[in-house]
């Protein structure tokens, strides 16, 4: 399954599309030089508690994507975190409800940090 994401650093606007290869994954970033294919170490689902969605880098909360009572499935944007003023999305970590936000907009937050709980 590809995805592309629109990211913006110093004004500069970015095409990121990210393969999904089955067991390995391959990101392809343009940048203004041209066109990098990077590995992606893919995260391992022991990692992450099953009902919780962790933080994967300390910042702000830009935005939270979800309310309360809303169902996900595995994969959807739930929250957006901003670091060194790139926003990056976090994602549903398995397929349910959202039945508790642990963070708001405009929250320091740490990696690792439990951003909400998907029941």
């Known amino acids: 399954m590809e995805r592309t994401f629109r990211i913006t650093v110093e004004n500069s606007v970015y095409t990121v599309t990210v393969d999904d290869l089955g067991?390995?994954?391959?990101q392809t970033q343009a940048v203004a030089s041209g066109i990098i294919h990077a590995?992606?170490?893919?995260?391992?689902?022991t990692a992450l508690s099953p009902e919780n969605v962790k933080c994967r880098l300390g910042g702000v909360?830009?935005?939270?994507?979800?309310?309360?009572?809303?169902?996900v499935n595995k994969g959807d944007k739930v929250v957006v975190i901003e670091a060194m003023k790139m926003k990056t999305p976090m994602f549903a970590t398995r397929s349910g409800v959202?039945?508790?936000?642990?963070?708001?907009?405009?929250?320091k937050i740490d990696t690792g940090q439990v951003?909400?709980?998907?029941a």
Do not use: C, N
């Open 115 to 118: 951003l909400l709980t998907i």
């Open 61 to 71: 909360v830009d935005s939270i994507e979800v309310i309360v009572g809303q169902s």
């Open 98 to 107: 959202v039945s508790g936000i642990a963070v708001k907009a405009g929250q």
């Open 39 to 45: 590995p992606v170490a893919p995260v391992a689902e």
């Open 23 to 26: 067991s390995g994954a391959v």
